[in-house]
């Protein structure tokens, strides 16, 4: 069964202190995999899109990299509006228009 | 206006009313999808609808009703709802393997 699993559920930072968020999968055919960022009360907003074991993406102070079994969400200096909860998602299935199989998230928190 | 827009915002129905909610993409996708969003939960697909066809329900009880009039637009209709069905609905669009866009949702409670 594909699964998205990511970790810590809540993550707490003062604000410059870098850390990483995990996302772990287990997908039968890997179509690409997905962050978002979600503010309270909105959509989620789109971040990034990996597609092969070996690939990094960087936006600002976000770095996503990807291996066969996990992808990182790296948050350097973050600050104060870095807050938000960071959504991890897969796409499996190349015969169809594919849905996406989110994780629960990871609420990070950055204290000024 | 562009991107993807949901309304309402926020609703509030009795069990035994008839409601809609709506979602108007204006990205030219070719693809759109309705999301529920519970607390501690991942967001669950519902439905998907490509080229105006739908083409999954993932088990959604049938209090649950989806319609595609165009490639623009799509509903969700509720009939019978139960509290448990309280929940952020969100809707999403995509075109091939660019990341869905989503709206801002629709809270909605079940009384």
């Known amino acids: 069964e594909d699964q998205v699993t990511q970790s810590p559920e809540a993550l707490r930072l003062q604000e410059g202190e870098s850390s990483s968020l995990n996302c772990s999968y287990t997908?039968?055919?890997?179509?690409?995999l997905f962050w978002y960022r979600q503010d309270p009360g909105k959509g989620p907003e789109f971040l990034f899109t990996?597609?092969?074991a070996g690939e990094e993406k960087e936006k600002e102070r976000l770095k996503a990299t990807l291996t066969k079994k996990e992808s990182f969400l790296h948050i350097t200096a973050p600050k104060p509006e870095d807050s938000a909860t960071y959504l991890c998602a897969v796409q499996a299935d190349w015969g169809s228009q594919g849905n996406l199989i989110f994780g629960k998230g990871t609420k990070l928190s950055v204290k000024p | 206006e562009t991107g993807v827009t949901q309304t309402p915002r926020h609703l509030v129905m009795g069990m035994t009313n008839k409601k809609s909610l709506k979602c108007e993409q204006h990205?030219?996708?070719?693809?759109m999808y309705w999301y529920k969003q519970s607390a501690k939960k991942p967001l669950e697909l519902m439905f998907v609808?490509?080229?105006?066809?739908?083409?999954e329900n993932n088990s959604v009880p049938s209090r649950f009703s989806p319609e595609c009039p165009n490639s623009s637009h799509l509903f969700l209709h509720l009939h019978t709802l139960q509290p448990e069905d309280s929940a952020l609905y969100l809707c999403a669009s995509s075109q091939d393997l660019r990341g869905y866009t989503f709206g801002s949702g629709t809270r909605l409670t079940v009384v």
């Open positions: 990996l597609y092969s």
């Open positions: 997908v039968s055919g890997l179509r690409g």
């Open positions: 609808y490509s080229l105006e066809e739908r083409v």
């Open positions: 990205l030219g996708h070719n693809a």
